[in-house]
Nanobody
Framework: QVQLVESGGGLVQAGGSLRLSCAAS???????MGWFRQAPGKEREFVAA????????YYADSVKGRFTISRDNAKNTVYLQMSSLKAEDTAVYYC?????????????????WGQGTQVTVSS
């Protein structure tokens, strides 16, 4: 059993930055980790993913160059550094884990999910 808890969300002006954290209660060193988001009335969408080693990452086109995913396996924590935020980034952000070294953008492939943290970007 793996439990994930996100934190770091909040209200920020467009162009600003936020850093989200995802703390895991179970050992996730062998898990690929991902970040997803869901805006009101929209389906959950992929944001970023990282392999267990932390060396390889993948990003949705909409966030490339602005968001950075990283992990600290010693602390069992995954981060999402967000910069140059836009109003369209407003959503609940979720972290997720899967027992696989590969990266996937499919939410159905992730077996563990956090409760989410709200990110609101204002103009």
């Amino acid at each position: 059993q793996v439990q994930l808890v996100e934190s770091g969300g909040g209200l920020v002006q467009a162009g600003g930055s936020l850093r989200l954290s995802c703390a895991a209660s179970g050992r996730t060193i062998t898990y690929a980790m991902g970040w997803f988001r869901q805006a009101p009335g929209k389906e959950r969408e992929f944001v970023a993913a990282i392999r267990p080693s932390g060396g390889n990452t993948y990003y949705a086109d909409s966030v490339k160059g602005r968001f950075t995913i990283s992990r600290d396996n010693a602390k069992n924590t995954v981060y999402l550094q967000m910069s140059s935020l836009k109003a369209e980034d407003t959503a609940v952000y979720y972290c997720a884990a899967r027992l696989n070294i590969g990266v996937t953008t499919s939410s159905s492939a992730y077996e563990y999910w956090g409760q989410g943290t709200q990110v609101t970007v204002s103009s």
